[in-house]
């Protein structure tokens, strides 16, 4: 997504990074899912507990690399990032809930689990066009 | 801020991916500090200095002062 940091300790901690969204994507998909489909469950609220705990480990892992990455241009970058997608978050899902709160069931209702998800495909979409501004062109 | 890092570099026949390896930053970073997008932290540019071996005014300089230092102070 953005251009490698020749670091190899940020490259590191960057795939760790990496690594821990994935795994945390997974299993907030799969746990959210199954809490949906086993409401009043006990197992439903462990599941949710999962999920929950999952995206938490998401916000942990971008916490760090937010504060350990050595590269201050690259992290600035990576800030700015973050705080686009989650002004867009809050700004589309605030108005969605104003949507939904005058419109009477007529549009269909966000459950809050896809916030997380909404953040994350926002943050991907931001990094894309914040790095894409600074490509370096060649020498 | 404008600095001189474009000609401190051909001076030594340096890529910007070789200045970028010897400050452990990426050639992104290298790039946009050299083409005045981004002003560096102090850290970083007495890095720049120190990896130069001249003082960090002489490699970044403020567009507003008018007084330019062309010759690093021995």
């Known amino acids: 997504m953005c251009q490698a940091t020749k670091s190899p300790a940020d490259r590191r901690f960057r795939r760790h990074c990496q690594i821990a969204t994935g795994l945390s994507l997974v299993v ?42 050595r590269d201050e241009f690259q992290r600035t970058l990576l800030l700015r990032s973050f705080v686009w997608a989650t002004l867009i978050t809050m700004g589309c899902t605030t108005v969605w809930g104003f949507i939904e709160m005058h419109s009477h069931g007529t549009v269909p209702h966000l459950d809050v689990i896809w916030i997380p998800m909404i953040l994350l495909c926002f943050t991907a979409a931001a990094k894309l066009i914040i790095f894409r501004q600074y490509r370096p062109e060649s020498e | 801020m404008n600095n001189r890092l474009r000609v401190l570099r051909a001076e030594r026949n340096w890529s910007q991916a070789e200045l970028a390896q010897k400050l452990e930053v990426s050639r992104q970073s290298v790039n946009a500090i050299e083409t005045g997008k981004y002003d560096p932290s102090l850290p970083l540019a007495f890095r720049f200095a120190r990896l130069f071996e001249l003082p960090v005014e002489f490699i970044f300089s403020d567009p507003m002062s008018s007084a330019g230092t062309d010759q690093p102070k021995q």
């Open chain 1, 28 to 69: 907030f998909t799969v746990c959210s899912q199954a809490a949906l489909r086993l409401h009043g469950n006990p197992m439903g609220l462990v599941l949710s507990g999962f999920a929950g705990a999952a995206f938490f480990a998401e916000l942990v892992s971008v916490g760090l690399l937010t504060t350990r990455l």
